[in-house]
């Protein structure tokens, strides 16, 4: 599952104009176009053509990634939006930030929906599937980190400690038996350091 910040999920943040307040007004700024298209060609680079499902956000910003990245792709290869992949908060971090207070009905309102999105996105392979998978999560930076955390049987709270690049590379193998290995968490080194980025 390859979760852009992949059996392989991956995730992807990309830069957006952090100017906007509101939400649907968030759009990927130049830098931003520029680091998709390098992801979509790093996705390509590694996976090939053996993607067999790419999701998107449907948030404005994940939407115009994630079709920057398809059109690196293989045209073939079945897409489906989800307004699970919302960026939000999915649980009070632990410890609490100083810079960051939602409001505690925004982790419930968030929460419920980002560990849904968890259990419809991170799971073994279905019993009769003979190959193996790899599908692409094109969505948002507190829900990837949620995803890990999750993933690793880790403390969920912990999430916020764990940092992201824009469009960075997250790479979660979940075997048959369903042990999960974070085979690369972040990864940004597909992008030059001046276009290495954070929100």
Request: proline share 7%; hydrophobic share 35%.
């Amino acid at each position: 599952i390859m979760l852009l910040p992949d059996n392989i999920s991956s995730g992807i943040n990309a830069e957006y104009g952090i100017a906007e307040t509101e939400d649907h007004k968030r759009i990927l700024t130049a830098l931003g176009r520029e680091q998709a298209e390098i992801t979509g060609d790093r996705i390509k680079e590694v996976l090939g053509d053996t993607i067999t499902h790419v999701y998107i956000s449907t948030k404005p910003r994940a939407m115009e990634t994630g079709h920057i990245i398809l059109k690196h792709l293989k045209e073939d290869i079945p897409v489906d939006y989800s307004e699970l992949i919302w960026e939000g908060a999915p649980i009070a971090p632990i410890p609490e930030p100083e810079y960051w207070k939602p409001e505690p009905w925004e982790f419930f309102r968030d929460g419920a929906r980002i560990e849904a999105a968890f259990r419809r996105f991170i799971h073994r392979a279905h019993p009769t599937q003979t190959e193996d998978s790899h599908e692409v999560v094109v969505c948002h930076g507190n829900v990837i980190r949620y995803f890990v955390c999750r993933a690793l049987q880790n403390d969920p709270a912990g999430w916020l400690r764990y940092s992201l690049s824009n469009c960075s590379i997250t790479h979660l193998v979940v075997r048959p038996n369903g042990n999960v290995t974070l085979r690369g968490f972040g990864e940004k080194g597909h992008l030059p350091p001046q276009m290495i980025t954070y929100n």
